[in-house]
């Protein structure tokens, strides 16, 4: 009698221990790193580094990139498109009456930069009449008084 409770605890004791050893797999399975899944893990970050700073790049550039831009330039541009509304000589004349700088190191003077910036900023367009909404021209020329102060 003895030798059959004996193997029925032997028994036992295989099935605890296996248990235990499947549980202890489980509970160090999150925690336990093979070289691949290090790896694998390095590329994912990587690579989602390199996409964040690609599409910052992209935001600097589309923004005008790290060095300011030409406000001079937006703004005619902004004047010249909202004249392109108008018809014959209505036109011919609303370009006409677009302030220019003929000298290009005079349009790159920080305080017509500034100005010209103001310009951008509150242009709004009136198709019927090509140039700048009274609202507009009224923001414009704060924005202008303000840099004077």
Not at 16 to 37: F, I, K, M, S, Y
Not at 56 to 66: E, I
């Amino acid at each position: 009698m003895k030798k059959a409770s004996i193997r029925r605890d032997d028994h036992l004791d295989a099935v605890l221990r296996g248990r235990e050893v499947l549980a202890d797999a489980v509970r160090e399975q999150p925690t336990t790193h093979t070289v691949a899944r290090s790896i694998r893990k390095q590329r994912v970050t990587l690579a989602r580094w390199w996409i964040a700073f690609s599409l910052a790049v992209l935001a600097l550039a589309a923004c005008g990139g790290g060095k300011r831009s030409d406000t001079y330039a937006k703004a005619t541009q902004a004047q010249e498109q909202c004249c392109e509304n108008l018809q014959g000589d209505a036109r011919a004349d609303c370009l006409k009456k677009i302030v220019r700088v003929s000298d290009a190191d005079v349009q790159k003077t920080s305080i017509n930069q500034q100005q010209y910036a103001c310009v951008v900023e509150h242009f709004t367009c009136d198709a019927k009449t090509g140039h700048a909404t009274q609202a507009s021209a009224q923001q414009q020329y704060d924005c202008i008084a303000e840099l004077e102060q």
